[in-house]
Structures are given as structure tokens and as C-alpha cells.
């Protein structure tokens, strides 16, 4: 009998598969039976099993730090009240449960993300409406360069104008 | 029938040209990680909350239907198993996605240069993909939907850590950037390891797309960054490209060192046999094929093989996928049909492609 995939080499290989009363039976070569499930093999991505490597740092974490027992006990009971995540489903899942979790949590999250990304303040992106404060932070560093490089270019009515317009945004956030 | 038009059918829209840096660089994406504030995140969420996400992004696409024309949400329970199975194999959405198809859905534009997935590790993954080494444009196009969707959703977002996203390993810019490479020649000379083990050191991840770790079957593998907090996204996307571009750099000086001395026979030897098999054979097993496209893309990489381009070459790629073969047949398939039908459609493309 030729194996049933390639075609090529003799089927030395026979599985029987009994799925809800249907009978399948494959005839493979070795090498067939040995690559078997390999057709999605590409769909296949680790994710680095990075939530089991940051329950494992988190774990470490926790216990470098010397923590009497019952305190401990208290903080895994911590309870985020929004989502209902606790700290002893965080520290298995190494996942947050909503965006309230992240200060709820922030004492033991800091290290951890230090570890992971080597920092704990983001300084990327902000949403234009929902960015509050920073966004308006952000806008006034944008003016003070711009701000610089008109008095290089001595280009004092433009510098005037943004002068203004970065006084009117510090107001904004006091 | 018209193979040829069903084939750029069942093609994802994205691959396309131009493709700067093609003879080594695959496809260039970015993934944004979004939350909405006031819901639980897709794990930690019930049906209720879920539907919500969904219907949330579905009211700011009909809102903005003009800055956002030809965006359509599809759900994922609305779709059979083998049009799931589309999705992933030409990268719209993944595999996470499709295990779980209840309350998920996946918004798409015409191109399929942009793919919004709800409800997979977070309530919503921006991806934006090109062609090539084209990160850049990824990330312009990406932020761009990023903002439109911002202007109408509120964000969980938090002044000291950025963008809140389920896992903490995506807080902060939640940007995912990544690169698909081809290194035959670096494989060839053995070096493939030594260079991909660099990256590591300076805060990139890199995987083999078939096989595990950094084996590949095909030489593709895909590098991306590791950090998401502390950097900018600017930051993020120029080191990626500045490395990738250093990657490029090594494989096109072993392609050099290779076609300078005697193993350049060697080498249009393998090329056209693996050439000569794809044309003619009858039979093809997908492992099969994956090693024979990536001695035809080298020759292609390599102008050796008249006629054939780079882009017929990735497109073979995308043509080996069961559902993506699946597709373009119009009909589902044992692995046996599979095989036959997959060795009919390539030696079409690539006869045609010819002509
Ligand atoms: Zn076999
Ligand atoms: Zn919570």
C-alpha cells in the first residue's frame, strides 16, 4: 500500500480515528506520519509564552520580597473592583482584567515591568482627545522647540506668537 | 475556467507592488493594541461587554463613513471555518482570533492594507501591512486609523503608562512592529544563526515562520520588537528597520559571495531543479513545496530564472495554504485532492507567469 499523502513511499504506518461514530482510517508513510498536522504548521505563533514567563517573574518577584505570610495572604485577596480580577488570578495569568487593574496593582507591576521593558513611564503616543493632561504637556514641548529654532532663526514675531500660545496651554493645566 | 483571476482573488489584497527591498523583505506590519476604559478586557469580559466593543467600532465606522470609505466588519461566528482559516493564512487576522470565533469580529478596508481584530487579546488590534521593507508606511497608516477611532472611542489610557492593554507586555505604545525576511544565502554559508542571535542583545525578538524557534523550513523569519514601554513609537519602528536593513546587508553579501566562485553552478542547479519540480510535478505536499519556493524565490531574488519575478514567487506562498487553495478550487478538500490541485495551480502560475 503507497502512502496516502505522498505517494511516494510504502504506508507503514495505520491510524485508526473514531470521531462521533465515524470511522477514519490514514495510511502514512514514516515520514508522512511524522509531518502529519504540519499543513497549518505555519499558523502556528509562539507567543514566546510570554503571560507564563510573566507569571513566573511576578512569582520571583514576590518572593524576594519579604513578606510575612499573612500579608501576603491579604494581597492576593486584593480584589479589582471593577473587573473582579484578583492578584492570585494576575500572578497565574500574568494578564490585567481591565484598565482599572493597572493601579490596583501598580506596586507589584512597576518591577515587573521594569524588568520587561527596562522602564514604567510610556513616552510614545498620545490620544488626542482622551490624553488629558499629557497631551497638553506634549503639545508645549512640540511649541518650545519650535519656540527655539524661531529665535535661531531670529525670527522674533513668530517666537512672540508661540511664546503666547505656550503661556495660554501652561495656563491650561494649572 | 479563469485560474488566473481566481488567483488574484484568493490573494491577499495586500501583496502588492512596489516592494522596496523585496529581494530579501517579505511584508513590513505594525499591530496597535487598544482598550476601551470602561470595559472589562475581552477575557475578563462577558457577552454583554463584548457585543459592546463590536457595536461601538461599528457605529464609528457607519459615522465615519467618509474618512474611512470601503471599511466592512465582519463577525466571526458569521463566517464558515474554511473562510476563518482565509483570514489567517493571508494575515488579516490570527489564529487567537478564529479559536474563539463567538463575539469576535475583524473590520477590513478594500486594499486588506488595514484589519482591525475585536475581541482578541485586546478589544481592538490595529494592524496595518505593505509589501516589502515599508514599516514606515505601516506605521503612518495604522495611526492614522488609530486617531479616527480615538475621536469617537475612549481610550484606557494612562498619563505614566501609556495605552492599557490585557497583557503587560504591550502596555505602554502597544505598537507590535515586525518584518518578514528570506535568508537562503546566509543559510547556505551557515551564518543564518550567528546573525539572527544578535538581535536578542539589542531588544528584537526573531522566530522562524515554519518550524519552531529560529529553524525554518522555508529561511523565512519574522523579527520584531520586544519593548512596547519606555520608547517612542518612532523610536521603535526606525530601530527596527535600521536592524533589518543590516540583516538585508549580510544576506545580499553572501548572495554575492555565493555567485562569485564555483558555487554558483551549484547554486542554478538547485534553483532550477527546485524550478524544474514545481513546473512539472503532478503531486506536491505543502513541506514539500515551502523547500522548493525557497530555492525558485532565491533564484528569482537572484534574476536566475528568465521571466520569473519575485512577486509570482511570494504569491507561490500564499497559493501552497490549504484554505487559500481551498478557495481558489471553490471547494473543500481532502489532503490527498489538496496536493493534486495545489501542484495544478502552481504550475499554472508559474507557466503563465512565463508566457
Ligand atoms: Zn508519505
Ligand atoms: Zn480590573
Redesign the pocket.
Known sequence: MW?E?????Q?TVHVTKVINNHKTESH??E??AGKSGKDLGFLFEPNFSFHHLLAGLLESEFGVKSESFSQQKEESHKKCPTCGLTFTDFRNMGLMGCANCYDLFKDHLDPLLRRVHGSIAHTGKVPKRTGGRVRVRKEIEELRSKLQEAIKREAYEEAAKLRDEIKEKEEKLN | MNLQGKIKDALPGWLNEPTPDGDVVLSSRIRLARNLRQLSFPHYAGEKQLEEVISQVNSVLKSSARLLPDYVLKRMDGLGQLDRVLLVEQYLVSLDLINNPAHRGVVLNKEQTVSIMLNEEDHLRIQSIFSGLQLKKAWELGTQIDDQLESQLDYAFNEEKGYLTTCPTNVGTGLRASVMIHLPALDIVDQVKRVLSVLPHVGLNVRGIYGEGTDSSGNLYQISNQVTLGLSEEEIISKLVSVTKQVIDQERSAREALLANESRLQLENRVNRAFGILTHARLLSSEETINLINDVLMGAELNMIPGIKVQTVKELLFLNRPAILQNLVGQELTPGERDYYRAAVIREHLTSAKE
Not at chain 1, 499523502?5 to 513511499?9: F, S
Open positions: 502512502c499523502r505522498c505517494k511516494q513511499r504506508a502514512l508513510c515520514v508522512c
